[in-house]
């Protein structure tokens, strides 16, 4: 199994400790999964690695990784709309699928110290998995970074490192220091494992309602679990599972929107934009690096992409919190992208709404 570069092509071991081709480009797996069979869930596994006939897992390694990640909820929240409770997850967060698979990878290949950069959730999930696994791990984080957020990486024996400035600045400022000491570099941006992992989010859908619905929301900063869908739904697509794509409907905060200007101007890259301070802070990214990634999927398949306003994001916080579910701003943020939606095409029946974090995660 190999990595193969976006860009010039070149091959490299998955085994290899560098983040990136030399050309600059980001490394993509070659990996063609199984086609999709619930015949071929490990149904007495409890946790996502049920689906481990459909990773890419090197040995044994997940059993001494696993925290019991997945098989999160699908709950009705009215008569359209369904949430997966993603937030039900040791980290209280969707960053475990991909942690714990980018974890059991760094595991068995060797990997003995990692650093990341985060706006929080994921920093969390790979700081635990690391604990997990024995493996040091230090996370950057953006200053705004929610306290809470902080506490919990740290509470994981992660050192963290605050970086003034945008989540932008604190990517480059990780990056740096993975260049000029060779450390290698736990991103769930940058190594294809970690969507590896949050395909799964499907794959329990599927299982779960035997059926893939007709909407599916998703919020989007740099792609994490945008790219996961995609990657599903073309191993769905391939397995005769589905014979045409769902509506995608891809959710950005209008204060940092490069995808959703990009796609509406029909560009290849992301637009150039200067980030403003945002509630939905989890998906800030004003460069996404997998950005000509996700476009050529948006292209490729004529999903949607909306924006969050911000206006709008305590307003859904709260609905959904006076319905019992408590999430984190960034994820009442695709709520209330949704509900502008419905109100601009009507209604919006069969939608799935991922519910990404957990409500006390964001106080700040």
Known sequence: MNYRCSSCGQTEDVASRRPKCA????????????????????RDTWSLFRYRAFLPLQGETWREVSLGEGLTPV???DEEVLLKMDYCMPTLSFKDRGAAVLVAHCKAIGVEAVVQDSSGNAGNSV????????????????????PAKIAMIRSHGADVTVVPGTRDMCAAAC?????REGRFYASHVYNPFFYEGTKTYLYEVYEQLGRVPQRLFVPLGNGTLFIGIVRALEEFLAAGILTAMPEVIAVQSERCDPLARAAAAGLAQPAPVTP????????????????????ASIRKYNFTVITAREARIL???????RRGVFCEHTTAATYAAYLDYRGRHGPTPDSLLPMCGAGLKSEH
Not at 134 to 142: R, T
């Open 23 to 42: 050309c600059g480009g980001l490394w993509l797996l070659d990996y063609l999964a199984p086609g999709f069979d619930l015949a071929r869930v490990e």
């Open 75 to 77: 709950i009705p929240l």
């Open 127 to 146: 700081a635990a998995y690391c604990a997990r696994a024995g493996i040091a791990c230090e996370i950057f984080v953006p200053e705004g970074t929610s």
């Open 175 to 179: 990056r740096e220091k993975v260049e």
């Open 276 to 295: 403003v301070p945002t509630l939905a802070e989890g998906i800030a990214i004003g460069q996404p690096m997998r950005g000509a990634q996700i476009l």
């Open 315 to 321: 307003e859904a916080r709260a609905a959904l919190a």
